[in-house]
């Protein structure tokens, strides 16, 4: 088979700006969608059922419908309809921060129940709210345990950014379909997009992993 | 237990099923032609096509069936060439791979291009279709040429010679020029003001125009800057076909049925002087 690299090495420039662009959606989107996500699982886990129900509803659809699906509706009817016009990275972070706010929730919700329901009720019986006692009885012990799922998430987010070349972010994927229409070849540039991703999937695994032993 | 019994009844089901789908499948998404009479009835090949049929009018899915130019273009020529064929719609990166490969396929038709570029992997038939890019802008627009969609927001199909010709004259890794999988969400981004233009090939532009007269677009031609391209049929390197199809593809412009093909599909006559 002949493979050639000259058309790699012209485009590892690009390659790399793209590679920039990844890392740097990735880290926005799944910043903003732990915080949001927070809201999202008290919200689902309130005494209220107009809390409960919107935020149930809205992990539903995120965790219901494709990516791409969300991706395409975000930038051609949520953005324009917020700002006017259209903006693909604004679109980018917003789908991708919405979607990673819906599995962040799970997460939470997930970590905040693994803790064992009478630190709650000691906290509480110590004279602290329930607000106080998440905060500082809870919160800092199930997030210890959320650490792995959160890796998995960010894991997950920054392969699936990929799909945001189809919206002109000019990431990894999108030079790499670059590459691919000027030669009209295949193996190159998906072979090329390929090694950068397990690059950087691979070393987030381990800082991943570092941060997992510093914290247990 | 008697449970191979059982696993024997499921697996015979499920191939039946699968068996079952398969042939609706290549039915409902393949065109078939036993070919004319009047060619050489020596040559008993199914010939396999590839077309990425989302490229109105010249080639696009009406419901389940393959319609536009080059479908009824193709047609013309194997019957002229005399040769069974059949077409199916493969998705543009499917189709460039398998085409490449010669296995699963033996040609493509796709509206694709003839550029050197291309010719490091591909074969090409003679020219069949001659175009130019033009540029899509709204009614208001200050845009005139094609050197006026510097520092603009322009949205192209990637991979198309529109792409090509932008990516020259905006400069290579200009992220103001997007590159978009394909000419649908390109128009659909013009209209959502993610892009001030969009620049594609002029059958493209026409149609969409003419279908959306409610947009208040208009397309502008720009021969300076934009210089016609040719497409042609793909091959594998070292593919016989094309010396099979390239007197059938002549034939019929001599004859005047390409004339009539064209009249159907863009309503005008064609000039063939440059396709040779």
Redesign the interface.
């Known amino acids: 088979m002949d493979f050639r690299f000259d058309i790699i090495w012209d485009y590892a420039?690009?390659l790399l700006?793209g590679t920039l662009y990844t890392i740097w959606i990735s880290i926005a989107s799944i910043l903003l969608g732990s915080i949001f996500g927070l809201g999202v699982s008290l919200g689902k886990m309130s005494r209220y059922w107009f809390l409960r129900w919107p935020m149930q509803s809205y992990i539903n659809f995120f965790r219901g419908t494709p990516l791409l699906v969300q991706i395409f509706i975000v930038?051609?009817g949520l953005?324009?309809l917020i700002y006017?016009?259209?903006?693909?990275i604004i679109a980018a972070v917003v789908a991708l921060s919405l979607n990673s706010a819906a599995y962040s929730a799970e997460i939470y919700r997930a970590g905040i129940l693994s803790i064992d329901k009478g630190q709650m009720e000691a906290a509480q019986s110590l004279g602290m709210t329930h607000f106080q006692a998440m905060r500082f009885i809870v919160l800092p012990q199930a997030i210890r345990r959320m650490i792995p799922a959160f890796g998995n998430e960010f894991i997950q987010l920054l392969k699936d950014s990929s799909l945001l070349?189809?919206?002109?972010v000019?990431e990894i994927m999108?030079w790499g379909?670059?590459m691919?229409?000027?030669?009209?070849?295949?193996w190159e540039p998906y072979m090329a997009a390929a090694v950068i991703y397990f690059i950087l999937t691979y070393t987030l695994n381990k800082v991943l992993v570092a941060i997992e032993r510093k914290v247990s | 237990m008697k449970k191979w019994y059982v696993s024997a009844i499921v697996t015979l089901v499920a191939m039946l099923i699968l068996a079952g789908c398969g042939a609706k499948k290549s039915e409902n998404t393949g065109i078939e032609n036993a070919g004319s009479a009047a060619g050489n009835s020596s040559d008993a090949t199914t010939y396999m096509f590839a077309s990425d049929a989302s490229y109105a009018p010249m080639e696009y899915m009406d419901k389940d069936e393959l319609k536009g130019f080059d479908v009824d273009f193709l047609d013309e020529v194997m019957k002229q060439a005399g040769l069974k064929y059949e077409l199916h719609n493969v998705a543009w990166d499917a189709m460039l791979e398998s085409v490449k490969q010669g296995k699963e396929y033996q040609a493509g038709i796709s509206s694709i291009s003839i550029t050197d570029d291309r010719k490091q992997t591909y074969d090409f038939s003679m020219p069949y279709f001659e175009s130019t890019n033009v540029i899509m802008v709204k009614e208001d627009s200050d845009i005139k040429s094609a050197t006026d969609l510097k520092g603009k927001k322009v949205a192209v199909q990637g991979g198309t010679t529109a792409d090509i010709l932008m990516t020259k004259i905006m400069g290579e890794g200009n992220t103001d020029l997007k590159k978009f999988d394909s000419n649908a969400v390109a128009l659909l981004e013009l209209d959502q003001g993610g892009a001030d233009a969009v620049v594609a090939d002029i059958a493209i532009v026409r149609d969409y125009v003419k279908n959306n007269p409610g947009k208040k677009l208009k397309s502008i031609a720009d021969s300076t800057n934009f210089n016609s391209e040719y497409y042609g049929l793909a091959f594998p390197k070292g593919s016989e076909l094309k010396a099979k199809l390239d007197p059938a593809i002549k034939a019929i412009i001599e004859n005047g049925k390409y004339a009539e093909i064209y009249k159907k599909w863009f309503g005008e006559e064609p000039n063939t002087a440059n396709l040779k």
Request: charged share 15%; proline share 11%; net charge positive.
């Open positions: 420039p690009l700006r930038h051609f953005i324009p006017g016009k259209t903006n693909a070349a189809l919206i002109t000019p999108y379909n670059a691919k229409n000027q030669y009209i070849r295949i």
